[in-house]
């Protein structure tokens, strides 16, 4: 084939939203990945996407408005994104959703008690925006499924069993029929035989392996080609515009010709120590990242050097992330910090921020109270042996399922601490101990009258959510009187970068002029963030990339609002 008409780069699920909906227009589509495994980062995601006034929030016994949605993100965004991108994103969410149940395998069903991530902002929601995508059976994808990039261990039961969003809040906080949720889970996975007898990858798919799973299967459906092996190189321009890509593939040099428009969907510059270094709050490190391997920056830095703009290029999707010995990634630390019975300090042994807090906006206050001088980096998570028995924390899966004398034995000493004291636990991580000790008695304290006075730990509807219903007054307080004493090691990690390169309402890339450059376009991590500094809900990372990624393929096609 001379060329496509259009070349998406990357494999997440808004590369490949972008590439079905191109296709559904009339255009040709090629998609590149530059590893040996599809999906991205969205593959190791829960898989939601946010996207308020969807089409089941009134038969789910809901409300949302238009007014109150734009109400809601601008004012979580503070003027940081041009009004048309965010309207453009509430417009055309309801309508992609529509497009996706009828011309794809991939369908959504939304949460309704999955609440907005800033409940107290007006026009936020208690459920109902968030979407999760519905169970995949990976038999489907043929011998493609050994190329989807495998789940986040974290995202899965005994880091073997799927799960969706909604099971995992139940086996999370340990919400009534938790055990009999576990049993149902268990007995599905061993008595697929088949499956067993192939490996122990489960079929059934969850979260973002579902998402990614029914996109690929879509894109087979519609003999749509994915490259594997496919570096980008470089973009090619021609009298201003830009007309192709240049890859790696196989060793050799090949350049790929796109005759209406190049699509950028490859993800931030997570895994790139010096881009981290030179935009990024310090210190940081790429492992501390919990993100796709691959994400390296290579087409943001293309797109500068042929005169693109940048935005948020020293903002990330913060989380907390516990470093795993021996490899080159991190474990995100997100509900654990929900759960009674613990609290996060710094090296002064004092609380900085409410542990429950959004994970990006724990990320802020991990940096921020860094710079003021309290040695936050590293920053660690405290708990008694009742929150040991009975809740995860990071890798440390609860100690009745999984005992201290089953975990690495190098774990111990490195990513946590265990001492049968306080102070013997803030000697052995350089804490002060009169610190420790006072922040731990303030917590029992509120533990009992169920009200944090320093940060109102448990004070919303989104703290809850993750904390433990059967703890009273509060799911979120709980008491660290029971010996050993644990500290897990936490950074200021992140699950992708937010800066990218500069788009507009049809996801066209701006140069630093402020007019689109032709032929190029780009979407998700790869853009600056359609959300700002801001992480509206759950989901709101993966909505944009889907949404914005059926609006450039629409505009290629001539077409300036998706229907």
Known sequence: MNGWDVIVVGSGAGALTSALRAQDQGLSVLVIEKSDKYGGTSALSGG?????????????????????????????????VPEARLRTYLETGPKMLRWLAERTQLTFHALPKYPDYYPDLPG?????????????????????????????????????????????????ARAPG????????????????????????????????????????????????????????????????????????????????????????????????EMRERYLPTPTQTTWT???????????????????????MDRAWWSPTVPMPGQDTS??????????????????GKRFANEAMPYLEFGDAMYADHAAGNGTVPAWM????????????????????????????????????????????????????????????????YAATGKDLEFDKG?????????????????????????????????????GTKGGLMADEYARVLSTEGTPIPGLYVIGNNAGALMGPSYPGPGSTLGPAMVMGCVAADHIAGRDTVE
Not at 60 to 76: H, S
Not at 141 to 170: C, H, K, N, W, Y
Not at 332 to 341: H, N, T
């Open 459 to 495: 004070g919303n509807v989104y703290d809850r959510y993750y904390g433990d219903p059967t703890n009273l007054p509060n799911p979120c307080l709980g008491a660290l009187t029971k010996a050993p004493y644990y500290a897990l090691k936490l950074n200021p990690g992140d699950i």
């Open 124 to 172: 936020s929601r208690p459920g109902y925006r968030t979407m999760e995508p519905s169970f995949f059976d990976a038999s489907k994808l043929g011998d493609s499924f050994a190329e989807l990039r495998p789940a986040a261990i974290g995202t899965l039961l005994l880091g073997r069993v799927s799960m969706g969003q909604a099971e995992a809040g139940i086996l999370f």
């Open 290 to 312: 919990a993100a796709a391997p691959g994400n390296t920056g290579d087409t943001i830095r293309a797109g500068i050097a042929i005169g693109a703009a940048t935005a948020f």
């Open 178 to 273: 938790w055990m009999a949720l576990t049993a149902k889970l268990l007995t599905r996975y061993w008595t697929d035989i088949g499956a067993r007898l192939r490996g122990r990858r489960d079929r059934r798919l969850a979260l973002g392996q579902a998402l990614v799973g029914a996109l690929r299967a879509s894109l087979a459906d519609r003999d749509i080609p994915l490259w594997l092996n496919t570096s980008f190189k470089d973009l090619v321009v021609e009298d201003g515009r830009v007309t192709g890509i240049d890859v790696d593939r196989g060793g050799k040099t090949e350049r790929l010709v796109a005759r209406k428009a190049v699509i950028l969907a490859a993800g931030g510059f997570e895994r790139n120590q």
């Open 331 to 348: 474990w995100a630390v997100m509900v654990e910090r929900c759960a009674p019975g613990c609290v996060i300090v710094n090296a002064k």
């Open 48 to 80: 939601g996407i946010w996207i308020p006034m969807n089409p089941q929030i009134t038969g789910l016994g809901g409300e949302d408005n238009f007014n109150d949605a734009w109400t809601y993100v601008t004012t979580a965004t503070r003027g940081t």
């Open 382 to 445: 405290v708990f008694d042996a009742r929150y040991r028995w009975k809740y995860a924390a990071g890798p440390l899966l609860p100690a009745q399922i999984s005992p201290d004398r089953g975990l690495p034995r190098e774990w111990e000493g490195d990513i946590y601490h265990k001492a049968e004291s306080l102070d013997a636990l803030a000697a052995k991580i350089n804490v002060d101990a009169a610190g420790l000790r006072d922040t731990v008695e303030r917590m029992n304290g």
